[in-house]
C-alpha cells in the first residue's frame, strides 16, 4: 500500500494511493482517506479525492531523521574520503521536511546547494536495541528523500547541522510504499534528475553498510517512534542545484519525489 499525506481546503489528513502509475503527476491517481492515522491498524474511509487536487505533504509524522553518511563506496570517494569502517549517522530536523511539489528555497548563508538522491526507511514502531533478525518488524516502509546540503558549509564547519538542517534541506515523498520487504527494498535502482537530465543512478544494492545494519546501528544508541526516517545514504554523481532547476529522486517501485529550486523572497 501507497500512504500519502496531504492537505486539501486547509484539512490535513492520511490517504492510501489508489492507481497503477508510480509518479505522482498521473491525473488518474486517487487518494482513499485514512480515519485516524496509519502505523497501527487503520480503516480506509472510502471517501476519495484526486491526488491532483491536493498538496502532498511529507508522507511521515516523524520525531527525528538520521541520516547516514557515505554508505555508497562510489560517493565516498567522490567526496575524497574513504569509506568508512562502521555507519556514521548525523540528524537532519524534522522541519527540513518538505513534500514533493513543495518548492526548496535557496538559502542565503551557502552558494553551494547540492542534491543527494536516498532511499528513506519510515519506522514503524517504538524500538530501541533491535536485533538484526527483528529488523522487519520495526520497519513501516520506504519512500524517497533528497538530503539536500550546502556543500561549502559542509566543509567549513565540523557539524552538520546547519549544512544538511536548514529548511526544505529534506524533501521526502511522494508516499510512503509499505509492501517492499528488506529484501526487495535492498535491490532497487535509485536516480537523480536535474531538469530532467541524469545526475545520479544507482542501486540500492550498492549500500556498503545494509538497511539491517543501520537500524542495528542507531538503535543501539536511541529510541526510534512511528514516522522516525533513517536516511540510507547516496549514490555517486551528487552535484550543484541552482535556483529555477526542477530536481527529481525516483526509486524503482516507490514513486518519484519531485522539488522545485526557488530564490529566496
Ligand atoms: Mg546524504
Known amino acids: 500500500m501507497r500512504i500519502a499525506r496531504f492537505s486539501i481546503d486547509g484539512n490535513v489528513a492520511f490517504g492510501a494511493v489508489e492507481g497503477d502509475s508510480s509518479t505522482a503527476t498521473d491525473g488518474e491517481l486517487v487518494l482513499d482517506i485514512i480515519k485516524g492515522i496509519p502505523y497501527a491498524d487503520f480503516e480506509l474511509s ?3 479525492v484526486p491526488l491532483s487536487k491536493v498538496r502532498l505533504l511529507p508522507p511521515v509524522l516523524g520525531n527525528k531523521i538520521v541520516a547516514f553518511g557515505r554508505n555508497y563506496a562510489d560517493h565516498a570517494k567522490e567526496m575524497g574520503g574513504e569509506v568508512p569502517e562502521a555507519p556514521f549517522a548525523f540528524f537532519k530536523p524534522t522541519t527540513s521536511m518538505i513534500g514533493s511539489g513543495d518548492a526548496i528555497v535557496y538559502p542565503g548563508f551557502t552558494e553551494e546547494l547540492h542534491h543527494e538522491a536516498e532511499l528513506a526507511v519510515v519506522i514503524g514502531r517504538m524500538c530501541r536495541e533491535v536485533p538484526r533478525e527483528r529488523v522487519k518488524d520495526v520497519i513501516y516502509g520506504y ?15 565540523k557539524q552538520w547541522a546547519r549544512a544538511k538542517g536548514f529548511d526544505g534541506a529534506c524533501p ?5 510504499e509499505t509492501g517492499l520487504d528488506i529484501a ?3 535491490d532497487l535502482a535509485i536516480q537523480c534528475t536535474v531538469n530532467g537530465e541524469q545526475r545520479q543512478l544507482g542501486s540500492t544494492s550498492q549500500m556498503i553498510h545494509s538497511i539491517e545494519d543501520l537500524i542495528v546501528n542507531v538503535t543501539e544508541a536511541m529510541t ?3 514516522g522516525d526516517v533513517i536516511l540510507t ?6 552535484g550543484p542545484l541552482n535556483v529555477g532547476d526542477e530536481v527529481a529522486v525516483t526509486i524503482q517501485g516507490i514513486g518519484t519525489l519531485t522539488n522545485k529550486v526557488i530564490k529566496r523572497g
Open 233 to 238: 545514504g547516496t549514490p555517486a554523481g551528487v
Open 224 to 226: 526510534l517512534l512511528p
Open 172 to 176: 521526502i515523498g511522494p508516499w510512503v
Open 184 to 186: 526487495a527494498a535492498s
Open 46 to 48: 472510502g471517501v476519495k
Open 143 to 157: 519512500t524517497c528523500a533528497n538530503d539536500i546540503t550546502a556543500r561549502d558549509v559542509q566543509r567549513r564547519e
